[in-house]
């Protein structure tokens, strides 16, 4: 009996570490840096989009065989956006340029295409950003295109934490990839905009827009 038992261990052994090498877990860093073009979705606001940077981390548990691998994404970025307006008694306008920070935490799917040098990527996001800065402070009384009243200091306050949407494409190497990002905004941006006491009726509702173009070096 004890000579059968261990021969049935000897055996799941064996068979435990075919398993394990067969199905080996590999992890991987990434860091990476870009530009971002950034927008606001909005029928509310007359913008215009604009660049920006921002620099990432990336954590991948690679699954050789498997068809698909998962990373988690932390990313930061400096983001600029134009938004028309107009002196107070002025004719022409122009757009006011204002910067928007982001931090940004991604679960992203990478559907393997062409085995790890081309992926397919996706995978819901969580965004708390700044306020609207707007750049030029002598600026701040100008008239938002489309209303009377309201300037363009008074919608600096937007709604700070969003949910995103990414997706996208990886191509590269085991040390070095590319990747394009386009990240959709699922929540109001605009949102908190509507709690303050205007001199006229607002419903403001817009959702951010941004493309990322990154180059990655991974460890």
């Known amino acids: 009996m004890k000579i059968t038992s261990f021969y049935f261990l000897f055996f799941a052994l064996i068979t435990l570490s075919g ?3 067969n199905y080996r877990i ?4 990434g860091i ?3 530009l ?6 909005t029928s509310d606001l007359i913008t215009k989009k604009n660049n920006g940077w921002h620099v990432g981390l990336a954590a991948t548990v690679d699954l050789p065989h498997r068809w698909y691998n998962v990373s988690y994404n932390i990313q930061l970025a400096e983001n600029k956006i134009g938004v028309l307006a107009m ?11 204002y910067k928007l920070f982001t931090a940004q935490i991604a679960l992203v799917g990478h559907l ?7 992926t397919l990527d996706a995978g819901p996001m969580l ?5 609207l800065n707007l750049e030029d402070d002598s600026k701040e009384n100008y008239i938002v295109s489309g209303y009377n009243t309201v300037r363009a200091q008074d919608i600096t306050e937007i709604s700070r934490f969003n949910v995103n949407g990414t997706v ?7 040390t070095f990839k590319l990747r394009g990002q386009y990240i959709y905004g699922f929540t109001n941006l605009l949102n908190k905009l509507n709690n303050q006491n205007f001199l006229e009726t607002v419903n403001f509702k817009g959702n951010q827009s941004m493309l990322v173009f990154s180059a990655m070096f991974l460890f």
């Open 19 to 21: 398993f394990a090498q």
């Open 168 to 174: 996208g494409l990886s191509l590269g190497f085991d």
């Open 112 to 118: 393997k295409l062409i085995k790890n040098n081309l």
């Open 36 to 41: 971002t073009q950034f927008d606001i979705e």
């Open 32 to 34: 990476y840096a870009g």
């Open 127 to 131: 965004q708390y950003n700044s306020t």
């Open 87 to 97: 002196p107070v008694g002025g004719l022409q306008e122009e757009a006011l340029d």
């Open 26 to 29: 590999q992890n991987s860093v």
